[in-house]
């Protein structure tokens, strides 16, 4: 944050590398968690399958919630993320690569206390790009009745969590926990360690879930009568002599590091799973008996509200009375289209990563003959020509004599929201995803009508020299 209050998105100032076993698979893996560009968020790449697929930490690639959140995309899956997560937003790493050599990020202690280590080690870098937050406006509310799950996003001016567990146990009864705020976190939360009760260990080790586990990285609990064959069974599986149940009712494996530390664990599982919406934001939390599953469908409804306020924040300002850069004559020096085909009227914004053009819509158009005869509409397929059209300005290159030409490779994540009709202005916004490749330009495009988003979609599109005459 700056001297204005300005806060800016961080990044790691050195590599990590961080080793261990995940407590589901047992499978040994290593980190390495790498500095990245702003704006990149959080990415995990699996280094051990061909072609080094990336999977975005993103709550819409979540795919399992049992007892860990799992992610999976591009044919690769990470799973128990969120202790990893949780420790990336509580010292606000914005932006990272993570290089993971197997599916399952290390157990480690149960904790997040490690990996807080290593990243207070490595130093955050500010990247000078300023970090936009949302705070949510209206209280944002998920429950599970049967779970008996509440959570509530209320607004607030900072980001405020506070959790409480109920297991209806003589052992582990009612705890509550809470973070006031992030510079806490390392001390109060990322020590807590993972639990479970002792009839759920015994269930677990019985169907082979949890080959990595070990009692050292977690608290168990004991709040039923169990015998001492249980107790000398589950000894001899961890190679723990003296095992125990203390006068607490957990297993004298280990002490805890705080009276409620199965509540503050809860909690930095929040954070952890919260995380996953992707975008900074500011709100106070109350979770009652949170879960992953609760967490990710909570994590998505936030989600969902940040981006109907982020699409109103987005959308382009279009001012009529102001010279564009390319007017219909400039066009048709860049672009090869030609009436009744040319969808560009004039662009009004371009740097090397977005351009914004206009499309006013008449009803002289020649395709309002057909579609409809009385019930005027601008066809979908035409919207995404519109647009790829004004993308040739992110892609022809314009320093040269040789003329281009740009051919459709692929259309995805294609979404008409609203009917544009004779009379409208078409706002036709195309962003840039990556630096343009061997020809390949990889584009996001969005087309507004006054404030409303009516039409999506991911384009990919080939540039080709055009043979001279």
Not at 85 to 94: E, F, K, R
Not at 167 to 190: C, E, M, W, Y
Not at 240 to 269: C, Q
């Amino acid at each position: 944050m700056n001297s204005n209050g300005q806060s800016f998105q961080h990044t790691i100032r050195q590599e990590i590398s961080i080793s261990g076993a995940g407590i589901h698979t047992g499978q040994s893996v290593t980190m390495n968690i790498k500095p990245a560009a702003p704006n990149t968020g959080i990415n995990f790449q699996r280094v051990d399958l061909p072609g080094k697929p990336v999977v975005k930490a993103d709550v819409d690639f979540v795919v399992e919630t049992n007892r860990s959140t799992t992610l999976e995309h591009n044919g690769a899956r990470v799973s128990t993320v969120e202790h990893l997560m949780a420790s990336l937003l509580g010292m606000q790493v914005d932006n990272a690569l993570i290089e993971i050599d197997g599916e399952e990020v290390p157990i480690l202690d149960g904790s997040a206390q490690q990996f807080v280590e290593a990243l207070e080690k490595a130093g955050l870098q500010q990247q000078g790009v300023p970090k936009i937050y949302y705070t949510i406006d209206h209280n944002i509310t998920f429950s599970d009745e049967e779970k008996k799950v509440e959570m509530v996003a209320l607004p607030y001016h900072e980001y405020r969590i506070n959790t409480l567990i109920d297991f209806n146990s003589p052992v582990l009864g009612t705890q509550h926990a809470s973070l006031r705020n992030f510079s806490d976190f390392s001390k109060a939360i990322a020590p807590c360690r993972t639990f479970c009760f002792f009839h759920e260990l015994e269930w677990l080790l019985a169907n082979n879930l949890i080959k990595g586990g070990d009692i050292n990285n977690a608290i168990v609990v004991v709040d039923k009568e169990v015998s001492e064959e249980q107790v000398e069974r589950i000894s001899k599986v961890f190679h723990k002599k003296d095992v125990e149940i203390s006068s607490e009712g957990i297993l004298n494996n280990l002490e805890l590091r705080f009276p409620n530390e199965p509540a503050r664990h809860k909690l930095l599982d929040v954070i952890g799973d919260l995380a996953l919406v992707g975008y900074p934001f500011k709100a106070h939390i109350i979770a009652n008996r949170p879960g992953h599953a609760s967490n990710v469908k909570f994590a998505k409804k936030i989600k969902e509200h940040i981006k109907k306020i982020k699409n109103k924040l987005d959308v382009p300002k279009y001012d009529p009375n102001k010279r564009p850069i390319f007017d219909i004559q400039q066009i048709e020096q860049v672009l090869p289209h030609r009436y009744p085909f040319l969808l560009v009227d004039k662009v009004i914004e371009l740097t090397e990563k977005v351009v914004i053009a206009i499309k006013n819509v008449s009803y002289n158009e020649p395709f309002f003959q057909g579609h409809f005869p009385n019930n005027s509409v601008m066809p979908g397929v035409l919207q995404v020509e519109a647009l790829a059209q004004a993308g040739g300005f992110l892609a022809i290159p314009r320093d040269t004599d040789d003329k281009y030409d740009t051919y459709f490779l692929k259309i995805e994540n294609c979404k008409f929201k609203q009917k544009v009709v004779p009379g409208d202005t078409l706002i036709l916004k195309m962003e840039l995803l990556n630096p343009i490749r061997r020809g390949i330009c990889e584009m996001k495009g969005t087309i507004y009508v006054g404030d409303k988003i009516v039409t999506e979609a991911s384009l990919v599109a080939q540039i080709v020299k055009r043979p001279k005459a």
